[in-house]
T-cell receptor, first 112, second 113 residues
Framework: GENVEQHPSTLSVQEGDSAVIKCTYSDSASNYFPWYKQELGKRPQLIIDIRSNVGEKKDQRIAVTLNKTAKHFSLHITETQPEDSAVYFCAARYSGYSTLTFGKGTMLLVSP | EAGVAQSPRYKIIEKRQSVAFWCNPISGHATLYWYQQILGQGPKLLIQFQNNGVVDDSQLPKDRFSAERLKGVDSTLKIQPAKLEDSAVYLC???????????FGSGTRLTVV
């Protein structure tokens, strides 16, 4: 089955800095890669996603890049704010299936 | 649209007791998932339903966990008997064929003592 590795496990930045979280996946047939944000005690919420036919996608301060050859994808957050502090999960979906396999998460801490 | 509803929000039980969780997905979402999220880890799939049929239960510990989705809408997940290592948040999610992203419920935080 699919395996997703996520790094780093924790990331501390100053407000206004950029943050990058990286994930790798094992199955080259995976075709959908979402990112979820989970605040303490709350449900994971989808913040951005990318399909395998696209190399990059942006939504205001967040962007996701995908390198299919290397089987890795990254989340980029620019101009970080304290409210960006949360745990971020990447996930991958194997083609033909709807199940998502999640990474272990990255705790992002943005200091004012 | 209404979100994915789960209950209860919290549950504390002693080991070897039984517990049940309930989930009501978004209306019209045929696919329903139960995930287990242990503290500090990513969600791990337990079972996937398509309407009222099981699509994937390969990671469900069937000696103690069971789940059903009668009439293809609501679903219940049961643990009997519970072990200490079952302490986790149990997340329900649903999705539709038109869009691959999940919508998660708020989860049930289970503590087994």
């Amino acid at each position: 089955g699919e395996n997703v590795e996520q790094h780093p496990s924790t990331l501390s930045v100053q407000e206004g800095d950029s943050a990058v979280i990286k994930c790798t996946y094992s199955d080259s047939a995976s075709n959908y890669f979402p990112w979820y944000k989970q605040e303490l005690g709350k449900r994971p919420q989808l913040i951005i996603d990318i399909r395998s036919n696209v190399g990059e996608k942006k939504d205001q301060r967040i962007a996701v890049t995908l390198n299919k050859t290397a089987k890795h994808f990254s989340l980029h957050i620019t101009e970080t704010q304290p409210e960006d502090s949360a745990v971020y999960f990447c996930a991958a979906r194997y083609s033909g299936y709807s199940t998502l396999t999640f990474g272990k998460g990255t705790m992002l801490l943005v200091s004012p | 649209e209404a979100g994915v509803a789960q209950s209860p929000r919290y549950k504390i039980i002693e080991k070897r007791q039984s517990v049940a969780f309930w989930c009501n997905p978004i209306s019209g979402h045929a696919t329903l998932y139960w995930y287990q999220q242990i503290l500090g880890q990513g969600p791990k799939l337990l079972i996937q339903f398509q309407n009222n049929g099981v699509v994937d239960d390969s990671q469900l510990p069937k000696d103690r966990f069971s789940a059903e989705r009668l009439k293809g809408v609501d679903s219940t997940l049961k643990i009997q008997p519970a072990k200490l290592e079952d302490s986790a948040v149990y997340l329900c999610a649903s999705s539709s064929p038109r869009y691959p992203g999940y919508t998660f419920g708020s989860g049930t935080r289970l503590t087994v003592v």
